[in-house]
């Protein structure tokens, strides 16, 4: 059985008009996704707010300043989870995933990333056909206007297991 053909979609906050709308994006998104969704995690190291943030620029600041304050162990934690059952937790990840140099969205098997950002400057979905009709319609529903390229993007079907890696 072939797999579900995926479309990627370029979500970098200077994309969007304001940051808020980008984060109001991946809201939605992990709302939707919930059902579907594995590890949702990112490196709390080095985490900076974005130079373009401006409403909650405080709060986001303060929740950075209390991960850095917490103790540390011995080894370097690689990734912090999110429970996306509960709203702070999701509130809190969708500031700091563009904050983070790494904040990954899997599946629920984590065959699949849905969503990452990396660098903190490099953001991507990879939403799978139906994933992708059901976010859409939930942005258009709550009035959110999805950007012209996410419209005309093609899916394509994912390389086979054994051709990905550069083969």
């Given amino acids: 059985m072939p797999e579900e053909a ?5 979500a970098e906050l200077e994309r ?3 940051v808020e709308e980008g984060f109001a994006l991946l809201e939605v998104f992990l709302e939707v996704a919930r059902p579907q969704l594995g ?14 943030l401006t409403d909650d620029r405080l709060v986001v600041q303060k929740l950075i300043d ?16 999110f429970d996306m059952d509960d709203e702070q ?8 995933a563009y904050s983070s ?12 990333t849905y969503f990452e950002v990396s660098g903190g400057h490099k953001a991507t979905y990879w939403l799978p056909d139906s994933l992708k009709v059901q976010y859409f319609d939930a942005l258009t529903s709550r009035g959110w206007a999805i950007p012209e390229d996410w419209l005309t993007a093609v899916a ?3 390389k086979p297991w054994w ?3 550069g083969r």
């Fill in 16 to 18: 969007f008009g304001r």
């Fill in 101 to 112: 140099n790494q904040a990954t969205v899997w599946s629920r098997r984590q065959r699949t």
């Fill in 89 to 96: 937790a999701r509130w809190d990840y969708v500031r700091l």
């Fill in 39 to 52: 590890a949702v995690v990112l490196d709390p190291v080095g985490l900076q707010l974005p130079t373009e």
């Fill in 6 to 10: 995926v479309t990627t979609l370029h």
């Fill in 163 to 165: 051709k990905r890696g």
């Fill in 66 to 81: 209390e991960i850095e304050q917490e103790p540390q162990g011995k080894a370097r934690v690689l990734e912090r989870p």
């Fill in 156 to 158: 394509k079907q994912p």
